[in-house]
């Protein structure tokens, strides 16, 4: 029996607000701006001209990543797909970091300190005293909002819903495109290429840059692709 392949598509969605204002976000809701809103739109197109057809879209629960999948899916001409939101695919939480100014938290806590927070994968950055509520997540016990996560916590929240819902999916060779964040991506992408707890260090995903795997049916890799989009002002 032939092998069925199946082709995953995963995307960090465009520069938001708090990408421009170089500031940590997490599970806080940050706009995209209009470079961003431009780069999703570059995106879709370099999609566009794969000729890659989807069955299904997974993003998060946070707007950024929303709204990088509607504009993708209107560039692919895809717009009827059937779209899930996860709090499992919402970006790392990075606990009482949050809203502050990256190039300040290494004045305050030293370079190597932020270093090992922002690209270790079992350092915690400082905690919230509390989780913060958000009707969004009004459905879920309490306990889903984190105080703060490594990308370990993250990559173990994310792994649920990869199994469960887009995994059987490849395997019966339907097109997968996923819309999520930069850590919560990086934590997939360990988990998918098998990278150790320490190279997972110097894996980046940048915004708006498809990354194509074309998967065996077993899930194994067979190809790896990363589309370069023709951004604005470039």
Request: proline residues 6%; glycine residues 6%; charged residues 20%.
């Amino acid at each position: 029996m032939e092998d069925v392949m199946s082709q995953l598509v995963l995307l960090r969605h465009g520069q938001s607000a708090a990408n421009f204002a170089n500031t940590y976000t997490g599970w806080t809701d940050a706009p995209l701006t209009a470079h961003g809103v431009a780069e999703a739109k570059a995106a879709g197109a370099a999609l566009a001209a794969t000729g890659i057809q989807f069955t299904h879209v997974h993003t998060s629960m946070l707007s950024r990543a929303i709204k990088t999948a509607y504009l993708v899916q209107a560039a692919i001409d895809q717009t009827w797909l059937p779209i899930t939101k996860s709090w499992r695919l919402n970006e790392r939480h990075y606990g009482a970091l949050r809203g502050i100014n990256k190039d300040e938290s290494r004045a305050v806590f030293g370079k190597q300190q932020v270093a090992q927070w922002r690209r270790g994968y079992r350092a915690h950055p400082p905690l919230l005293q509390q989780p913060v509520a958000d009707r969004r997540y009004a459905p879920w016990p309490q306990t889903i909002v984190p105080r703060g996560e490594s990308l370990a916590d993250a990559e173990q929240r994310l792994v649920p819903y990869w199994v469960d819902t887009i995994a059987p999916r490849l395997r019966r060779g339907e097109n997968q495109l996923v819309v999520a964040h930069g850590s919560t991506l990086r934590a997939l992408i360990k988990y998918l290429e098998q990278i150790s707890d320490d190279d997972i260090d110097g894996v980046e995903v940048a915004n708006a840059q498809p990354i194509i795997y074309t998967l065996n049916q077993d899930l194994t890799i067979a190809d790896k692709q990363v589309l370069t989009p023709n951004f604005p002002g470039k």
